[in-house]
């Protein structure tokens, strides 16, 4: 499946639970298509013009909400989705109220203790083809806690994250841009998802957050919804 094609999907993931009625969310989503460089350069590396049209497209396709607020991470590329989303989201939806892009830690690198370490290791796996065997090592425990975070604890602390945004005002929804590690995480832990059997995270991939009847849901285009294990406020 082609990053379109899994952006179309989760685009649409979102537009049948707003036709179910569901008018406050939060999708945990990849930045769209970037330079591809080095480990040394990752932070620089800007969005495509394929990944600049491809982030105004996922956000015209978006429903109208309420109130839509976004979020992203601390790095240009995810900032920038973040903001052509909104700008695609806006044009599409004459008088739609949104808020400024909010950049969170969390939902950059708030478990890497050594951000430059762990990028080098991720970088040199991927090059041998060994990417879901880099995160497999990561969920089984096997680098250090001063490099990176043990992987349950991150995976809470950023469903925690999430969470807290959706407990917020009633009938409004988020948009948090962010990287693959991320969903790596939220699909290892909370939709059973293996890295093995899906290796890559594609661009504007996401994963959607609400709350029905009393419990908190998760879904995405690959598995209906599961209940997560967290209480409602």
Not at 139 to 147: Q, R
Not at 161 to 180: K, N, Q
Not at 204 to 230: C, F, K, M, S, W
Request: glycine share 6%; with cysteine.
């Amino acid at each position: 499946m082609t990053p379109a094609q899994v952006s179309t999907k989760t685009v649409q993931v979102i537009n049948d639970l707003h036709a179910q009625g569901i008018d406050s969310y939060v999708v945990l989503l990849r930045h769209s298509a970037r330079v591809v460089d080095t480990a040394e350069n990752d932070a620089a590396q800007e969005l495509t013009e394929e990944g600049e049209q491809g982030a105004l497209a996922f956000g015209k396709a978006l429903p109208a909400a309420a109130r839509l607020c976004f979020h992203s991470s601390l790095i240009n590329r995810c900032v920038e989705t973040a903001d052509l989303i909104k700008e695609g989201y806006l044009s599409a939806h004459n008088g739609a109220a949104t808020t400024p892009t909010i950049t969170s830690n969390a939902l950059y690198a708030s478990f890497a203790q050594d951000v430059a370490k762990m990028d080098k290791i991720a970088y040199a796996m991927m090059e041998k083809g060994e990417w879901a065997q880099f995160f497999r090592n990561w969920f089984n425990g096997e680098y250090p806690t001063e490099a990176i975070d043990p992987a349950d604890q991150a995976a809470a602390g950023l469903l925690a994250f999430l969470i807290g945004l959706l407990d917020g005002e009633t009938a409004v929804s988020h948009i948090c841009v962010s990287h693959d590690w991320h969903l790596f995480l939220i699909k290892e832990y909370y939709l059973h998802l293996r890295p093995e059997d899906h290796e890559f995270i594609q661009f504007l991939e996401g994963v959607v957050i609400y709350e029905q009847d009393g419990r908190y849901y998760i879904t995405n285009h690959q598995t209906d919804a599961i209940p997560l294990p967290v209480p409602v406020k």
